[in-house]
Structures are given as structure tokens and as C-alpha cells.
């Protein structure tokens, strides 16, 4: 078992790559905080890990809200008292061209996709700093490196998340703590399925996502938490600050 006793936070974990990643690192050994702003999906992500093994727990958060995330710590200081695996991966859509869109959109897309990640690694790093060691995870995403057209709130978003990544890989190398980048490609969940519902033509809208893909169609999201899994355990003990593309050759096509 490549992450066996390992205590691992996965932010997202009720839906999508978040879940996948949840339910591979259980079955890798580790002991799983499952964190969602949505009850009902974390708590049957939840349910799915105690199928493969005992030990996990559910903490309803919503990571732009500092209160929530401190009331987080809490919970983890009562039920591990440690923490050795952070993915960052709770994130929302954001989709418009600039003239179009309002400030309210703007500023929520970073508040999940950046804010969210600075508050929930400020909680959790005190742990890891304490541990002398850990591994954190950011989702970023490929759209950082293409112009893909509507998603420029979403895109400069992910930009921000590698940016932060680096940074935060050297201030805290120090304590041997290693801070990665997922870059995924169009990778079929309900996020997805969420932007297609709102095309005109979602059959086209697909095949055209297809047709930019090397491998010819849309990722899952088990594609994605093997390159978490990998990030998080010590075989990537040499990645530091790195942006790990997963992407189906979207980039090079
Ligand atoms: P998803 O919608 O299936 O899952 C996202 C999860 O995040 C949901 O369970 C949702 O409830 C949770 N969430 C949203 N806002 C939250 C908040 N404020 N606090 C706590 N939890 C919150 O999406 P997914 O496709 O699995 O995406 C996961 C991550 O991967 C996102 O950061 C997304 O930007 C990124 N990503 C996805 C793709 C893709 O094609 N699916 C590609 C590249 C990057």
C-alpha cells in the first residue's frame, strides 16, 4: 500500500475527480478527511470509503469561508491530531467573455479556486510543519497554458494556482513539505457536464472537445487521482513546485 496510514484532506471529495481520488488513496491505505460545502455527496463519499476501509470522516466546509475552515482544524485536532496529504481540489466553473461578465462572478471564481486554497493550506500547514513532512496537491489545470474561448475568470484562476504553487514549494521546502500541480484536461464529471448542459448544442460542444484531444476523447476522473496518488506519495519524493500535466495531449494538439 503506497499511502498506508497516511491521513489525507481532499477538498471537493463528494463529487467528481475529488471522490475518485478519495476513494483510490483508501484503498492505497490511507485514512481520508473528506471535505465538501455539499453534505449529502461527502457523506455518501463517505459511506463508499468505509466499503473499502473504516477510517474516515466527513467535514462540511466551504473553503472561501475563513469560520468554516478554522472550525475544520478543530474537527482534525479531535480525530487525528495530524495531517500528511492536502489536495486542494475543490473548484468551480467560470464561464464569459470580460465585456459580459459581472464582478460578483469574477471575484467568486477566485474566491473557490485561489482564496480557497490559501485559507485551507494556511489551516493545514501548521500540521505538516509540525510533521516535519507532507504533500500538498493544488488543481490547476491545463486552460493555465491554452486560450480555450468564455473562460477567462476560470483559466486565469488556474494561472494563479501554479504561480502559488512554486511559491509555496520554496518557502516550505524547509520543512520537507512538497507542494505539486494537477493539470488536467477536459475530464468527464459533473462540472463538466454542468458547462454542457448550458451550450445550445451540447452534442456538438462534445465532439469538439473530443476532436482537440490527442487520445481522442475526454479523461475520467480515475485518470486524474492516479496522478494524485503519485504526487502524494514518496515515489514523487523529487517533484517540487512541478505542474503535473494529465491532459490527453489537449496542449499538443
Ligand atoms: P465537480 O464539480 O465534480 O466537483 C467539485 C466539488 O467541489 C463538488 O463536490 C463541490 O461541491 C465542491 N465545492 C465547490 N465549491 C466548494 C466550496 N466553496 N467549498 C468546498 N467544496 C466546494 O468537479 P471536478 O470536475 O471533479 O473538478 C475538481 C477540480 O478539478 C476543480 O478544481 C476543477 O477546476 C478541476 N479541473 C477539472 C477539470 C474537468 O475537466 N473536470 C479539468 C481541469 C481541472
Redesign the pocket.
Known sequence: MRLKDKVALI??????????TALLFAKEGARIIV????ES??NQTVKEIEQIQGDSMFIN?????EN?VNQMVTEIKNHYQTLDILF??????GIGKLHELDLQSWKRVF???VT?VFLVSRAVLPFMMGNKGGSIIN?????AEIGLANRAP?AA??GAILSLTKSMQVDYAPYHIRVNA???????????E?YLSKESDPEAAIAKIKERQLSGD??K?ID?AHGALYLASDESKFMMGTPFMIDGGVVNG
Do not use: H, Q
Open positions: 477538498t471537493g471529495a463528494g463529487s467528481g475527480i475529488g471522490k475518485e471535505v465538501d460545502i455539499n455527496s461527502g466546509v466551504d473553503v472561501t469561508d468554516s486542494n481540489n475543490a473548484g468551480i466553473s474566491e473557490v479556486n480557497g488543481m490547476s489545470s491545463c486552460i476560470y484562476s488556474k494537477l493539470m488536467p484536461g477536459t475530464i468527464y464529471t459533473p462540472f463538466v454542468d475526454l479523461g476522473p486524474v
